[in-house]
């Protein structure tokens, strides 16, 4: 049973437009979220995260979307750029311990 | 800096082997995990740890156990490698209720 949940397991944007990440999860319990990006053949690095007792985080071109009625997080890179080609993995933190990650959204920004 | 290791990028084991995947954090952080990531499956959790000797299962704990002897070293055991254990395996480390720090991963295969 997946917790979280990408939907779309891939995604194309042109550079400089706005690339939107999607990520839904079922547990109402979870109320700590990140996102990390990875490139091939390397560990994931951590991009940004959201408490539950906010609805919006932002950091440069990065800006995490929180809306816990529907239990869905989004993820806006604006511009997006060549380098944020990745995969991109939503994670919520269940408790104090449990990490819990999505499927993951590849995104191609075309040049 | 924030460093997460990992003993060996790429391994090559036989069915049956013994294997062992090492993972060394230098942040004094309280948890570590070990996750695999397979394609179209996202970041599944083995174990995790969440103090010197403390070990926990995660989703797919199966063919696998850990040792955590001291807090900074976590490692993971396939007791009797099987082909369907060929991944690319993480390791991450984090405090408590924050971002996690991930190795720059092990792909290993099963011959």
């Known amino acids: 049973d997946q917790q979280v949940k990408q939907n779309s397991p891939s995604l194309s944007v042109q550079e400089g437009r706005i690339s939107i990440l999607n990520c839904d999860y079922t547990?109402?319990?979870?109320?700590?979220f990140l996102w990390y990006k990875k490139y091939p053949a390397e560990g994931p690095t951590f991009l940004i995260s959201i408490s539950s007792i906010k609805d919006k985080n932002e950091d440069g071109r990065f800006t995490v979307f929180l809306n816990k009625s529907a239990k869905h997080l989004s993820l806006h890179i604006v511009p997006s750029q060549p380098g944020d080609s990745a995969v991109y993995f939503c994670a919520a933190i269940s408790g104090t311990y449990k990490y819990i990650f999505g499927t993951g959204t590849r995104l191609k920004v075309l040049a | 800096d924030v460093k997460v290791t990992q003993s060996s990028r790429y391994l090559v084991k036989r069915t049956g082997e013994k294997v062992f995947l090492e993972c060394v954090q230098d942040?004094?952080?309280?948890?570590m995990f070990w996750y695999r990531q397979d394609p179209g499956l996202g970041l599944r959790l083995i174990y995790f740890?969440?103090?010197?000797?403390?070990?926990e299962k995660g989703d797919i704990p199966e063919g696998y156990s850990v040792s955590r002897e001291k807090k900074e070293r976590f490692s993971l055991i396939l007791e009797s490698a099987s082909t369907n254990q060929t991944s690319m395996y993480l390791c991450?480390?984090?405090?408590?209720?924050?971002?996690?720090?991930f190795g720059q991963g092990t792909r290993l295969t099963v011959v």
């Open positions: 547990n109402s319990m979870f109320d700590y």
């Open positions: 942040m004094d952080h309280e948890n």
């Open positions: 991450a480390s984090s405090p408590l209720r924050s971002e996690a720090f």
């Open positions: 740890s969440y103090d010197v000797k403390m070990k």
